[in-house]
């Protein structure tokens, strides 16, 4: 990989994904069990996780390496990420020493690290997640920052590959959804932009308040003039799901709103209708499916009749999350003789 870290689909050409893609597709075929023997990941995680923790640990198991795990605060000191900060509260470490000695037990270290969800430009800058990759010395694999995801990207992208979903022209609907909690924008972010980048025409379906930021739409708008796609947002449901092949449903903050809790459950207490149900799917296409990162909440975000019905791909996501992120890790530790 040319970056040398896989912080961003946006880092890698055309050519980069439909090796990483191609990779992907032969580990899951024809196992390498010794490809990364005697390598060792390390996974920091300042946030819960169930799918990127387990499946970094299998994805590197079965290509013979070994992994820990650090979630600071739960057996581990808690770490302090501010810069300049006087360290005079339950942090007991700062990443700038913690970072540098992870790394140089590992040949590869992967962060997890949410946004702050209270300050808008900070978020969208990814500012906390750019200064700890900025103190490691080893490759970085972004396990879900303020502002992206490319792990759940590159999964979601060689699910539509497995599933013969269009790449050119192939039309896909990244809709809001309701959530009791204001969540971050790196989902829907890295998911519009995956798919526009994949080349598909991408609409972005959300209530009034819930536009995405400027800076998210361009970066999409970009990717999508590069690939031959296109973008648009709208609030009209059955115009947005019009003829749609996939229907990938997420919640996220209001940037209009952005910190500003009593807004955010006032605004979502007349949303609750935005749960997906199978009603949602009379102008798409008859075998239209339905995406999710997970977790997600039943009768909330999306029906059980959906959830278990068989448009439902989202197991099949998750799943694809190992193939993928053992290519990411075959790239970048295959012959790193750090
Ligand atoms: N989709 C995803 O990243 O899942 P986890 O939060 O469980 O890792």
Same mark, same amino acid.
Do not use: I, Q, T
């Given at each position: 990989m040319k970056a040398g870290h896989f912080l961003d689909l946006a880092d890698l050409d055309r050519a980069e994904i439909a090796g990483l893609l191609d990779l992907a597709g032969r580990l899951e075929r024809?196992?390498?069990?010794?490809?990364?023997?005697?390598k060792v990941l390390a996974l920091l995680f300042f946030n819960p996780s169930l799918r990127t923790l387990a499946s970094f640990q299998s994805g590197m198991a079965r290509l013979g390496g070994s992994s820990f795990v650090i979630s600071p605060g739960q057996g581990s000191w808690l770490l302090e990420t501010r810069q300049?900060?006087?360290?005079?509260? +339950? %942090?007991?470490?700062h990443v700038r020493e913690a970072i540098p000695v992870l790394a140089s037990y590992a040949d590869a270290l992967g962060i997890r690290s949410f946004a702050g969800g209270s300050d808008l430009a900070a978020d969208l800058a990814d500012s906390t997640f750019r200064a700890m990759v900025e103190v490691c010395p080893a490759p970085v694999i972004n396990l879900e920052s303020a502002l992206n995801h490319p792990c759940q990207a590159l999964g979601d992208w060689k699910t539509m590959d497995d599933l013969d979903i269009? +790449? %050119?022209g192939g039309k896909f609907v990244l809709t809001w959804a309701n959530h009791p909690k204001p969540l971050p924008l790196a989902v829907p972010a890295a998911a519009v932009h995956m798919a526009a980048a994949r080349g598909m025409e991408v609409v972005v379906l959300r209530p009034?308040?819930?536009?995405?930021?400027a800076a998210v739409m361009a970066k999409a708008q970009r990717a999508a003039a590069a690939s031959g796609g296109s973008l648009r947002e709208t609030a009209a449901r059955d115009d947005a799901l019009a003829g749609a092949q996939v229907v990938y449903a997420k919640s996220w903050s209001s940037p209009a709103h952005y910190g500003d809790l009593d807004t955010e459950h006032r605004l979502r207490a007349g949303l609750r209708h935005w749960c997906v149900d199978e009603?949602?799917?009379?102008?798409?296409?008859?075998d239209c499916r339905f995406m999710h990162c997970l977790p997600v909440r039943r009768n909330v975000v999306v029906s059980d009749a959906v959830l278990d019905g068989?448009?439902?791909v989202v197991v099949h996501q998750a799943r694809n999350r190992m193939w993928s992120q053992m290519a990411v890790l075959h790239e970048l530790l295959k012959g790193n003789g750090r």
């Open positions: 024809r196992p390498e069990p010794r490809a990364l023997a005697g300049g900060a006087v360290m005079d509260g +339950a %942090a007991a470490e269009p +790449a %050119a009034d308040k819930y536009a995405l930021p009603d949602w799917f009379a102008p798409a296409r008859l068989p448009r439902s």
